[in-house]
């Protein structure tokens, strides 16, 4: 094992190995993540890759690298309504994987979409009040198609500092000026608008709906009013808010009441919806301009048409409220409420992505481990996706879930945050 001296003589960070040292070769990086990978230091990676055994249910086997089979229960699936298991969604695909085979073959401008796919489109667009949409076959590709394409050098565009990477790497992408403003804080958004020179009429406010690493949600109403004030268009990814914030599941700017005021409508078909994916509902033009601009569509083969037709069947159910979001809901809050019973602090979410705050990364590399010897499997979470003071648990609520597995697994948290000393 690994003395502390050696430990710290290794500097393990994660920006540490991002740059090649001076007068190393291009690889070297790659060996001194090796040596730090295998020294069996604790770095939070070693869950990292593990097998899943089965579908995405509440409970089931997971392998781990070395082998050992854990069988957990499961709170760290974005399949928030178990839509990826739901019988009709997965007739919808099985249909379209015999009609049209098992990929496409072509981009979509080409020969890779059908008429599973238009109905995919034409479904989101309802869904969101939109005249078109337009769908990636990756969630991380259309935020960075998107971005790029609508933004350019002339323009600025205004993080939420919470965004999800992949919108970061679209602002860098789009070669346009970046500013950011404090998590959800609106003073810190008029300060940035009120400085943009009047020349610059290029304007996008670009935030989460629903931030990922808090569960909590962007203030649609009062950058709605922001956005009005200075005139700047505004594009929502609400990944982790689409079928299941909202009063109809219509996500974040339906729970604020201004989906006709958002500009473009992102949203990740692989989270709630289940499959893969990743769409921008907007105007006509919009849609139509993205089509020929954002390069990660021109240039990414389509979707497969089996998962479009199961994401077809999922829009059914999501545009009739049908999908089980009151049973998500039930579980939401069932599983907030033991948490914070128990003295956890869970920070501000109002969604199925619920933080367990840890602070400590050496805390929280071990946790993880623990948790998943003893029968509960959740994702942890720190820089670089937070700041690693504010490490954490990701916990997410999933539908099917019952009452009695999420009280076993918060069982087996609590005895774990009693023994690091996070409750009493
Ligand atoms: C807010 C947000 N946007 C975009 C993405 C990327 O989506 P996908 O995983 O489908 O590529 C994610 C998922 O990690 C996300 O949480």
Request: glycine letters at 10%; one cysteine or more; charged letters at 25%.
């Amino acid at each position: 094992m690994i003395t502390s001296e050696e430990k710290a003589s290794m500097n393990i960070k994660f920006e540490n190995f991002i740059d090649t040292l001076a007068g190393e070769d291009l690889f070297g990086k790659c060996d001194r993540v090796d040596e730090v990978l295998s020294s069996g230091v604790l770095t939070g990676n070693e869950g990292l890759g593990m097998i899943t055994m089965d579908k995405v249910k509440p409970e089931l086997d997971i392998r781990e690298k070395d082998g050992s089979v854990h069988n957990v229960i499961m709170l760290g699936s974005n399949s928030y309504l178990n839509l990826s298991t739901h019988p009709q969604v997965m007739q919808g695909a099985r249909e379209a994987l015999e009609k049209f085979g098992y990929g496409m073959g072509a981009v979509s401008n080409y020969a890779g979409i059908t008429d599973i796919h238009k109905e995919l489109d034409a479904r989101i667009a309802k869904f969101h009040g939109t005249e078109d949409c337009i769908v990636f076959p990756s969630g991380y590709g259309a935020n960075i198609g998107i971005v790029s394409a609508i933004c350019g050098k002339n323009d600025v565009i205004i993080n939420d500092a919470a965004n999800h990477a992949s919108i970061f790497d679209g602002n860098v992408l789009s070669g346009a000026e970046i500013k950011v403003f404090p998590h959800r804080d609106m003073k810190g958004l008029e300060r940035i608008l009120s400085r943009i020179p009047a020349e610059k009429t290029g304007r996008l406010i670009i935030t989460d709906g629903v931030f990922s690493m808090d569960g909590d949600m962007a203030p649609l109403d009062e950058i709605v009013k922001l956005a009005e004030k200075y005139n700047c268009r505004i594009m929502v990814d609400d990944a982790h808010g689409v079928g299941v914030v909202g009063p109809t599941g219509r996500g974040t700017a339906e729970h604020y009441g201004v989906m006709d005021k958002i500009d473009m409508h992102v949203g990740m078909l692989s989270k709630g919806p289940g499959g893969l994916g990743g769409y921008c509902a907007a105007s006509r033009k919009v849609v139509q301009y993205l089509r020929l601009y954002a390069r990660s569509y021109f240039f990414s083969t389509a979707l497969p048409a089996s998962v479009a037709g199961g994401l077809n069947e999922v829009f059914k159910l999501l545009e009739a409220d049908n999908a089980g979001r009151k049973k998500l809901w039930d579980n939401i809050n069932h599983l907030k409420e033991k948490l914070v019973e128990r003295g956890f602090d869970i920070g501000h979410s109002t969604s199925a992505v619920v933080p367990v705050m840890v602070y400590s990364e050496p805390i929280l590399f071990e946790m993880y481990q623990k948790l998943r010897e003893r029968g509960v499997y959740v994702n942890i979470v720190t820089y670089p996706a937070v700041r690693r003071k504010e490490c954490r648990l990701r916990l997410c609520a999933m539908k099917d879930l019952s009452f009695e597995q999420i009280d076993r697994a918060v069982d087996i948290i609590s005895e774990l945050g009693r023994e690091y000393g996070l409750i009493k």
